[in-house]
Antibody
Framework: QVQLQESGPGLVKPSQTLSLTCTVSGGSISSGGYYWSWIRQHPGKGLEWIGYIYYSGSTYYNPSLKSRVTISVDTSKNQFSLKLSSVTAADTAVYYC??????????????????WGQGTLVTVSS | SYELTQPPSVSVSPGQTARITCSGDALPKQYAYWYQQKPGQAPVLVIYKDSERPSGIPERFSGSSSGTTVTLTISGVQAEDEADYYCQSADSSGPSVFGGGTKLTVL
């Protein structure tokens, strides 16, 4: 079955760019219909969707983070990546990658996520 | 921005039925999804499209929808069901919004 694994620095300095990679195993990231997604969870808090890259290459980001987020894909390595620029302490969180599926109802796309990676804690501190 | 509202906590004794609600204005038009998250672990999908159960999820987990409220029901609660539960849906503002989460305590 498909498995996802996040990797990247666990500590990032304020104002720098957070970079994470998600490696997909057990299936091709190029296979149709999936929304390869990033979700984060602040310590002791709830889940926040960051954005996705569709298998076609199109992206969609959370409006609250849109100006700082870039999600890209490397099909040759079966990986997709997250870049979050100009980070502050408020970006300290566990970052998850997940495979999303979608359905369109009344013109609205809804994603759901299965499976998820194990998550990686990123701390923003000098 | 769109919000999904869940109770912060629900408590139930083993063997009883736990019901966790999630309210949102767009829920009459959009499906809801439920995730279980145990401490230190990633969330796991337990219900999709309001009431469908993924393979491998015990039958005691079920979902329902009525108007602006969806409900996750866990029948015959077991100690291993103690976890945080999150609902998720969408509206025209974006494809994914999560509720604030509900901590299920098994007494």
């Amino acid at each position: 079955q498909v498995q996802l694994q996040e990797s990247g620095p666990g500590l990032v300095k304020p104002s720098q760019t957070l970079s994470l990679t998600c490696t997909v195993s057990g299936g091709s990231i190029s296979s149709g219909g999936y929304y390869w997604s990033w979700i984060r969870q602040h310590p002791g808090k709830g889940l926040e969707w960051i954005g996705y890259i569709y298998y076609s290459g199109s992206t969609y980001y959370n409006p609250s983070l849109k100006s700082r987020v870039t999600i890209s894909v490397d099909t040759s390595k079966n990986q997709f990546s997250l870049k979050l620029s100009s980070v502050t302490a408020a970006d300290t969180a566990v970052y998850y990658c997940a495979r999303g599926k979608g359905i369109t109802i009344f013109g609205v796309v809804t994603n759901w996520f299965d499976p998820w990676g194990q998550g990686t804690l990123v701390t923003v501190s000098s | 921005s769109y919000e999904l509202t869940q109770p912060p906590s629900v408590s139930v004794s083993p063997g009883q039925t736990a019901r966790i609600t999630c309210s949102g204005d767009a829920l009459p038009k959009q499906y809801a999804y439920w995730y279980q998250q145990k401490p230190g672990q990633a969330p796991v999908l337990v219900i999709y499209k309001d009431s469908e159960r993924p393979s491998g999820i015990p039958e005691r987990f079920s979902g329902s929808s009525s108007g602006t409220t969806v409900t996750l029901t866990i029948s015959g609660v077991q100690a291993e069901d103690e976890a945080d539960y999150y609902c998720q849906s969408a509206d025209s503002s974006g494809p994914s919004v999560f509720g604030g989460g509900t901590k299920l305590t098994v007494l």
